[in-house]
């Protein structure tokens, strides 16, 4: 996992809902024959949204045991709100009470930085 993925984890379930609700759409469409079958490839959707769910489904766990190995609660719940639940700097900072939101971020940069792929 590249440290660009982790920090995007916490978008990829939302991502994964919006393209099943846009794939039931088009397939609504395609139904009522407001869709040419030949335009949009249903059953490429369909595969590429299954290959989603697959590369969340590994991802997550290997994100989840890799906060669980920084050294400290504090980053590891700095960890936890910036890749999986989307938090700003300021938002880590205000909800762990101490820190300024660039400490947070160098912080977390730092252990991301020793563990993760580079891009």
């Known amino acids: 996992m590249t440290k660009r993925e982790f920090f995007m984890l916490w978008a990829a379930k939302e991502d994964i809902r919006a393209r099943a609700e846009r794939l039931e759409a088009l397939k609504s469409l395609a139904a009522a024959g407001a ?3 030949q335009e949009v490839d249903l059953n490429r959707l369909a595969r590429e949204l299954e290959e989603k769910n697959r590369a ?5 766990p290997q994100a989840l045991a890799l906060i ?3 050294g400290s609660p504090a980053l590891r ?3 936890h709100m910036v890749c999986m639940e989307g938090c700003g700097w300021d938002e880590v900072a205000a909800r762990l009470g101490r820190g ?3 400490s947070w971020k ?5 252990f ?7 891009e």
């Not at 969340?56 to 997550?60: D, K, P, Q, T």
């Not at 991301?112 to 580079?118: A, F, G, H, I, N």
């Open 35 to 37: 869709v040419n079958g």
């Open 56 to 60: 969340l489904a590994r991802e997550v």
């Open 68 to 70: 669980e190995t920084a």
């Open 77 to 79: 719940c700095a960890l």
């Open 100 to 102: 300024s939101a660039d």
């Open 106 to 110: 160098k912080a977390v940069h730092r």
């Open 112 to 118: 991301c930085d020793s563990r993760l792929e580079k």
